[in-house]
C-alpha cells in the first residue's frame, strides 16, 4: 500500500489545475488518470473561454506563461442577439478593462498543466490508471486502481468529470435535468475579421455562438434539440459551413469549415453534497450547467482555486479529510455554482417558451439591460470575476 496525503482522481484540467496549485504544499500527492493529454498541431474543436479572473489562476500557479499565445484570442466585446430584435452589447473598451476574456483550446492548457504535474516534486503520477474499488474508513480512503495498486490518503478528490465514477461509487446523491438537446462544436476560417468579437443569437429552439479564435478563424457552440444536431453533424463539410453562416447572419462572411462538426448531450447537473467524510468533488464531477454563459470550465478553475487554498492554509494539526473542515470549501463554492445553474436554467427556460407575450418581454428585457450602463457594468464585473 502507497501511502498519500491527497489523491486527485482524473488529470482534466480541474484535477490538474488543483494539483499544480499546490504545489508549495507540504502534502504528498497522487494523480490518477487514464491517459496522458495530446497536443496537435491542428485546431482542437474543444475550445474554452477563460475568465481574467481564472487567466490570473493559471499565471500564479505558472501556467500562463507556458501557454502559446499564438494560439490564445482575447475577446474585446460580445454581440448577443434575441429572437425578435432583442440586442444586449459588451465592450471591454467601455468596461475599462483590456479583455473580456480569452479563448482558448482544451489540449493547449491540458497539456501544459501535465507537463507541470510531471515537473512537480510532490506529485507521482499514476497514469495509465483507472480506479477499480474504493473504500472509506475513518481515517483514509482507500482507492485500488486496476493493476492491483493499492493508494490510501487523507482526502480523495473526484475530478473525474460529469459520469464521476468516484461519486457514484461513494454514493452521493445527482439531480439531472436532461435538455434533451446537444451542443454541435466545429471550428472553421471566416472570409472576413472577427475583431475580437463573439457573437451569440437566442433562437426559438436553439443557441448559437461564434467565438473568436487567432487570425480569421472562429470556434462555433450551437445547442439545438438532438435530432437537429445530429442532422447537422452529418452534414457535408461546405453544407455545414454554409448553415452556420446563414445561421449567423453573414457577420463573418463565408465560412469553411477547418474541424469537423461533434456533439456532446446537455444536462443540468445539481450535486447537493460536494464534500463527504475523505472526499471533495470539483470541476464537472460536482456541477453541470448549460453551455449558453461559456463559464463551465471557469467553475472548475474556481473550484480549484479555493479546494487549493484552503488545503495550503492547513494547520499541521487539521485533518484535510475531515468533512467539517471540507465543509469550508463547499460552502465557499456553493453560492456561484448555484447562481449559474439557476441562471443559465432560467434563460434556457425563457428562450425555450412559446408565445408572443413571452418573446415580447424577453427581448425588450434584453434592449433594456443594454441601455442601463450600471446593469452593463454590474454583469461584465460578474464575468470577469471581479465581484
Not at 482526502?155 to 457514484?168: E, F, H, T
Not at 467539517?324 to 436554467?345: G, I, K, S
Request: aromatic fraction near 8%.
Amino acid at each position: 500500500m502507497q501511502q498519500f496525503d491527497l489523491v486527485i482522481v482524473g488529470a482534466g484540467l480541474a484535477g490538474a489545475s488543483l494539483a499544480v496549485a499546490l504545489r508549495e504544499a507540504r502534502l504528498k500527492i497522487a494523480l490518477v488518470e487514464g491517459r496522458a493529454p495530446c497536443r496537435s498541431e491542428a485546431w482542437d474543436p474543444r475550445i474554452y473561454a477563460v475568465s481574467p479572473a481564472n487567466g490570473d489562476f493559471l499565471e500564479r500557479i505558472g501556467v500562463w506563461k507556458h501557454l502559446e499565445h499564438a494560439r490564445i484570442e482575447a475577446i474585446r466585446g460580445m454581440e448577443i442577439a434575441g429572437d425578435q430584435g432583442g440586442h444586449l452589447q459588451f465592450s471591454a473598451f467601455a468596461a475599462g478593462v483590456p479583455e473580456l476574456g480569452w479563448v482558448i483550446e482544451s489540449s493547449r492548457i491540458a497539456c501544459e498543466l501535465w507537463e507541470c504535474v510531471k515537473r512537480q516534486g510532490n506529485v507521482e503520477l499514476f497514469s495509465p490508471a483507472q480506479p477499480a474499488a474504493l473504500e472509506f474508513r475513518h481515517d483514509a480512503a482507500l482507492l485500488r486502481l486496476d493493476d492491483g495498486r493499492l493508494l490510501s490518503s487523507r482526502l480523495l478528490v473526484a475530478a473525474d468529470g460529469r459520469d464521476s465514477w468516484v461519486r457514484r461509487t461513494a454514493g452521493l446523491p445527482v439531480h439531472q435535468h436532461d435538455y434533451r438537446e446537444k451542443g454541435v462544436v466545429a471550428n472553421f476560417s471566416c472570409a472576413k475579421p472577427h475583431r475580437g468579437l463573439a457573437w451569440q443569437w437566442f433562437g426559438a429552439d436553439s443557441i448559437l455562438a461564434y467565438l473568436p479564435l487567432p487570425g480569421q478563424h472562429m470556434s462555433m457552440v450551437w445547442s439545438l434539440p438532438e435530432a437537429r444536431a445530429d442532422a447537422l453533424c452529418a452534414l457535408p463539410p461546405e453544407i455545414l459551413a454554409q448553415r452556420v453562416e446563414e445561421a449567423g447572419g453573414g457577420v463573418l462572411g463565408a465560412l469553411e469549415t477547418v474541424t469537423p462538426a461533434s456533439a456532446f448531450p446537455l444536462r443540468l447537473m445539481r450535486v447537493p453534497r460536494t464534500v463527504a467524510p475523505r472526499l471533495a468533488l470539483v470541476g464537472d464531477a460536482a456541477h453541470g450547467i448549460h453551455p449558453l454563459s461559456g463559464h463551465g470550465i471557469n467553475l472548475g478553475f474556481r473550484d480549484a482555486t479555493e479546494l487549493a487554498s484552503l488545503l495550503l492554509a492547513a494547520q499541521p494539526w487539521q485533518d484535510i479529510g475531515d468533512e467539517h473542515f471540507l465543509r469550508r470549501y463547499q460552502r465557499a463554492r456553493r453560492e456561484e455554482t448555484v447562481l449559474m445553474q439557476e441562471t443559465t436554467d432560467a434563460l434556457w427556460r425563457l428562450f425555450r417558451a412559446q408565445g408572443s407575450p413571452l418573446a415580447y418581454l424577453r427581448n425588450l428585457g434584453m434592449g433594456l439591460t443594454d441601455r442601463s450602463p450600471w446593469l452593463k457594468n454590474l454583469l461584465i464585473r460578474y464575468a470577469l470575476g471581479r465581484i
